[in-house]
Nanobody, 116 residues
Framework: QVQLVESGGALVQPGESLRLSCAASGNILSIYAMNWYRQAPGKERELVAA????????NYANSEKGRFVISRDNSKNTVYLQMSSLKPEDTAVYYC?????????WGQGTQVTVSS
């Protein structure tokens, strides 16, 4: 079993930066990939960024590549999403997601609002 808890969501102005954190607990060593998704009101949930267990392979949605950076610290059981040059279209609930060989796990989400 794996538990995920997100934090760091906030109200920010366009152009500012924000870092989200996801703390994992439980069967941590079994996780081989972690991801950030987001869902805006009335929209489908979409993948934002992904990272492998070793942190050496990352993937981003085209619109976020260059502005968002995903990283992880396995010793602290935490994955991060560093967001810069934020735009109003980035407003959404951001969810942490993890996979192991037998199941998928989701956090409860953290709200990010970008507005003047």
């Amino acid at each position: 079993q794996v538990q995920l808890v997100e934090s760091g969501g906030a109200l920010v102005q366009p152009g500012e930066s924000l870092r989200l954190s996801c703390a994992a607990s439980g069967n941590i060593l079994s996780i081989y990939a972690m991801n950030w998704y987001r869902q805006a009101p009335g929209k489908e949930r979409e993948l934002v960024a992904a990272i492998t267990s070793g942190g050496g392979i990352t993937n981003y949605a085209n619109s976020e590549k260059g502005r968002f950076v995903i990283s992880r610290d396995n010793s602290k059981n935490t994955v991060y999403l560093q967001m810069s040059s934020l735009k109003p279209e980035d407003t959404a609930v951001y969810y942490c997601h993890a996979r192991n060989s037998i199941a998928e796990y989701w956090g409860q989400g953290t709200q990010v609002t970008v507005s003047s």
